[in-house]
């Protein structure tokens, strides 16, 4: 087991650390439960769709040339396979 304020390392059936003299028994002062793990993981998701969506339509307001890209058939003859391109 190792000491919350000294990191060192103690059997696990020590109370006190061997090295600062800390109480082993205490449980943490603070644990999360499921109920904040919901809270954060609702608020995390929350945030990545309403960050999506922003994008998305910023993304939509971009002017026409860069709204859209166009390639060349000559630069792809593999898009096109049934349209023979002239030289």
Not at 15 to 22: A, E, H, N, Q, S
Not at 33 to 51: A, N, Q
Not at 72 to 80: C, D, F, R, S
């Amino acid at each position: 087991m190792k000491c919350p304020d000294c990191g060192h390392d103690n059997k696990s059936s020590s109370k006190l650390c061997k090295k600062c003299g800390k109480d082993l028994t205490l449980p943490p002062a603070w644990f999360p439960d499921t109920k904040w793990h919901l809270k954060t993981l609702s608020v995390i998701y929350l945030i990545l769709i309403i960050g999506f969506f922003a994008a998305s339509h910023f993304l939509h307001k971009v002017p026409p040339p860069y709204d859209q890209r166009i390639i060349a058939p000559e630069m792809t003859p593999w898009l096109y396979p049934h349209k023979k391109v002239q030289p």
